[in-house]
């Protein structure tokens, strides 16, 4: 078991990576905050996870990511790891044609959610040392075009990642991301411009050496990793799980 006893937070764990997370650390002996704007799916995710508890949470709100923090120290009595995984797209279209509230929302839900993680999240953290675990993108990276402002804002991510880690380094918190390449989740219609074909998907495809798209295994095995003991020394790192696409 390689997070016995560990309490970890995962947001946006109703769906996709955060779902795929969720279930990798709870399988590893983790007790797990399934932490996501959807209900529904938090709940579906919780109630099919031994050691899980739903928390409905807005990661844009300060006051309901306060209380996501709370409620995880109070039902698992501390918290150390947390995963900031939700995250939204825009639809691949021109960047002119993006509206501003769409712009907003995406920094926001990206972006603005880590700074208020970690607002309420790192003095916890601070107490018994702990991990942070991002999720970027390989938008970031490499990024491909009409996703201008969603890539930006992974760009965001991973530079937070780098200057939490430096920063928070003496708090033995260790802060990493993981930049997934173009996943099997509820997001690639987006990605794809709101059509997923076979022919969308097979263009994707063409630019992953490794053939294929990723999956929430994938994603969560690199996060059960990252989270473990056997990562103590890595802190700073921006994994790709990309099949090679930002070689
Ligand atoms: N799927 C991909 O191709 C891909 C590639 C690289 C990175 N990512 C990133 O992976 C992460 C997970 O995305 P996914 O692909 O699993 O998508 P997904 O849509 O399946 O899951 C995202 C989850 O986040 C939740 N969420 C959205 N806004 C929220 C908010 N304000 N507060 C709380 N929860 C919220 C959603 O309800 C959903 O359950 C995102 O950060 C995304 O940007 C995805």
């Known amino acids: 078991m390689r997070l016995s006893g560990k309490s970890t937070i995962v947001t946006g764990a109703g769906s ?3 779902e795929g997370i969720a279930h990798r650390f709870a399988e590893e002996g983790a007790r797990v905050m399934v932490a996501d704007i959807n209900e529904e799916n938090g709940k579906r995710v919780a109630g099919a996870i031994k050691n899980a508890v739903y928390c409905k949470v807005d990661v844009t709100n300060t006051l309901q990511v306060r209380a996501m923090v709370q409620t995880a120290v109070d039902e698992f009595g501390g918290l150390d790891v947390l995963v900031n995984n939700a995250g939204i797209a ?10 501003e509230e769409v ?3 995406i920094y926001a839900v990206n972006v603005k959610s880590i700074y208020l993680s970690a607002i309420h999240a790192v003095p916890v953290l601070r107490k018994n040392g702990g991990v942070i675990i991002n999720t970027a993108s390989t938008a970031a990276v490499s990024p491909r075009p009409g996703l201008t402002w969603y890539n930006g804002s992974k760009g965001a991510v991973v530079t937070l990642t780098k200057s939490m880690a430096v920063e928070l380094a003496k708090d033995n918190i260790r802060v990493n991301a ?34 294929r798209l990723s999956t929430p295994t994938d994603i969560a095995n690199a996060a059960l990793f990252l989270a473990s003991d056997e990562a103590e020394f890595i802190t700073g790192v921006c994994l790709e799980v990309d099949g090679g696409r930002c070689v």
């Open 178 to 211: 993981i930049n997934p390449v173009a996943g099997e989740t509820a997001l690639l219609a987006e990605f794809m411009g709101g059509e997923d074909t076979p022919e969308i998907r097979q263009k994707f495809i063409n630019t992953i050496p490794l053939g």
């Open 103 to 105: 712009f907003d929302r």
């Open 90 to 99: 825009q639809r691949n279209m021109p960047m002119l044609d993006v509206p």
């Open 16 to 18: 996709g990576f955060g």
